[in-house]
């Protein structure tokens, strides 16, 4: 078999022959024609000729997301052929695809989170254009099918200022945590991108990753590696005078503290990090933490103060582009609004911020919103209804892999157990 696809390869255009080099040469397994052009330097019109080359070659097949993976059998005779090659053109290739792939992913981050206050700088003289975007969830949906390739590629920048574009690289994959969170692989990079920020002393970087991973930690329900990971993080943006991201992982604190059940110290907390963003202007981040604020006052038996909180969380956020805090301020004002006796208003509420979380692809929100349903549906007498909702969230937290240590199964596991449900706090997803 290898004979005759070595004979195979002899048999194509000299550079058809370079672009399945180039293809084997690369850390990842399925290319679009826009990324393996990037690697290989051609355009695309022209990459798209050559992949058809290889294509009816069979050394190649056409994914069904419009990609192109080599056959098992190729990728090895692939690998080859590239260790043969010159070094440079193995380190140019992957060079440039790291810099396609960086473009891309923060156009594709930029167009889920429009309103982030610091936007990366897009990487200069790329031979093939970045991919666009049109809207959240054409981005979302890139960030997802390539979440996987970009950790791989990461791995394969350890040396020198790749380590740098690493980090820049696992950073934008913040944007599909924060809707789709697939937990396992969020860790992973994360991880390896604190590791690169350790390696280049990169404080600021470190601390950037520090807060993701302790944002992680509490929603898994590990609320000691969270308090750590936190701690630490608002340290280091402290020494380096960075408020605004300090009193952000001040506000990510107190979650953490709600979630764990210390309302009180999640108060604290919380007012800190208020006093900061009205202190530096920052609007909409204030709003976000009226909204948690709203939480622990329903936690402490409050709704009155909690839908006090929430009309000026509303006013904070304004026409914000933030789909998901707008559907999670209203899946808390159904909450308090359940809580002063309004069951119907309730109903309404809740009902719009789970509609709210599908649109905007939040999974782990829409089965949160399920399970206040559900909670609501018991507190009307509707015993039917409650199983029906619990049943569609554990649905939700099957698909993302949510493990039973996380505070949205523990919710699950103590309404259907019968427990008091007051027992358990109750923070929404940051």
Not at 46 to 61: R, S, V
Not at 191 to 210: F, S
Not at 218 to 246: C, N
Request: hydrophobic residues 45%; aromatic residues 6%.
């Amino acid at each position: 078999m290898h004979a005759v696809l070595e004979g195979v390869v002899g048999e194509l255009s000299q550079d058809a022959q370079r672009v399945f080099r180039v293809l084997g040469a690369l850390p990842i397994g399925r290319f679009a024609p826009a990324a393996a052009a990037a690697a290989a330097g051609l355009s695309v019109s022209d990459t798209i000729g050559l992949l058809a080359e290889l294509t009816e070659a069979q050394l190649l097949y056409k994914t069904a997301s419009e990609g192109y993976r080599l056959y098992p059998a190729a990728v090895w005779l692939a690998r080859e052929l590239a260790a043969d090659a010159p070094r440079s053109e193995h380190g140019d290739a992957v060079e440039r695809l790291s810099l396609w792939y960086l473009g891309s992913a923060v156009n594709a981050a930029g167009a889920v989170r429009p309103y982030r206050r610091d936007v990366p700088e897009r990487p200069d003289g790329l031979q093939v254009p970045a991919q666009q975007f049109t809207d959240m969830a054409d981005a979302l949906e890139w960030l997802d099918a390539e979440a996987e390739q970009i950790y791989v590629l990461a791995q394969q920048l350890s040396e020198g200022r790749n380590v740098t574009r690493a980090i820049y690289l696992l950073g934008q994959l913040w944007a599909l945590w924060a809707y789709r969170k697939r937990y396992r692989l969020w860790e992973s990079c994360d991880t390896l991108a604190l590791h690169y920020a350790q390696v280049r002393c990169d404080k600021d970087a470190q601390a950037r990753v520090l807060r993701r991973l302790g944002l992680l930690c509490t929603q898994l329900g590990r609320y000691t590696e969270a308090d750590a990971y936190l701690s630490d993080a608002a340290a280091l943006f402290e020494d380096l005078g960075e408020e605004h991201r300090l009193a952000g992982a001040l506000g990510s604190r107190g979650m953490m503290f709600l979630r764990k059940g210390s309302v009180e110290l999640a108060r604290a907390q919380l007012n800190q990090a208020l006093t900061l963003h009205r202190g530096l202007g920052d609007t909409r981040q204030v709003g976000l933490v009226l909204i948690d604020l709203a939480n622990t006052e329903i936690e402490r038996g409050c709704p009155s103060t909690a839908l006090s909180l929430l009309r000026d969380a509303e006013q904070a956020l304004g026409d914000s582009p933030d789909l998901y805090s707008l559907a999670r301020r209203r899946m808390l004002t159904g909450r308090a609004h359940g809580l002063t006796g309004d069951s119907e208003q309730a109903a309404r509420e809740l009902s719009e911020a789970h509609e709210a979380m599908v649109a905007c692809d939040a999974e782990a929100g829409a089965a949160e919103a399920l399970i206040w349903m559900a909670e609501l549906a018991r507190t009307t007498g509707q015993i039917d209804a409650m199983h029906q909702r619990l049943l569609q969230a554990t649905e939700r937290l099957d698909y993302l892999d949510v493990p039973g240590t996380s505070w949205l199964r523990q919710r699950v596991s103590l309404l259907t157990s019968g427990a008091e449900w007051r027992a358990i706090q109750r923070g929404g997803p940051d």
